[in-house]
């Protein structure tokens, strides 16, 4: 079992940036493939971006690739997501998630999920 916390979201206005971290309990996150997605008001949960167990391997959803970067800290129980250049459109509830099969924090429902941080991109 795995519990994630999320942390470093808030209000930036266009072209700025954020990192949002998400810190995990448990001596098995190493175990985990990790992800972020994130809901826009009125809309569904979307994939956002991926990484793997070992962080060898990373995923990104078209619309934010060149600008969102995910990493992980292995040693800190750690995964980020680095957003550049944020969008009005980037505003949503971010959400990590952790599950032990890759493709599923790509396609989702993942076996757990963060509480969610909130971004808004002003224009």
């Known amino acids: 079992q795995v519990q994630l916390v999320e942390s470093g979201g808030g209000l930036v206005q266009a072209g700025g940036s954020l990192r949002l971290s998400c810190a995990a309990s448990?001596?098995?996150?190493?175990?985990?493939?990790m992800g972020w997605f994130r809901q826009a008001p009125g809309k569904e949960r979307e994939f956002v971006a991926a990484?793997?167990?070992?962080?060898?391997?990373?995923y990104y959803t078209n619309s934010v690739k060149g600008r969102f970067t995910i990493s992980r800290d292995n040693a800190k129980n750690t995964v980020y997501l680095q957003m550049n250049s944020l969008k009005p459109e980037d505003t949503a509830v971010y959400y990590c998630?952790?599950?032990?099969?890759?493709?599923?924090?790509?396609?989702?429902?993942?076996?757990?999920w963060g509480q969610g941080t909130q971004v808004t991109v002003s224009s």
């Open positions: 448990g001596r098995t996150f190493s175990s985990y493939n």
């Open positions: 990484i793997s167990q070992s962080g060898s391997t990373t």
């Open positions: 998630a952790a599950d032990m099969v890759f493709p599923t924090v790509i396609i989702g429902p993942p076996a757990h």
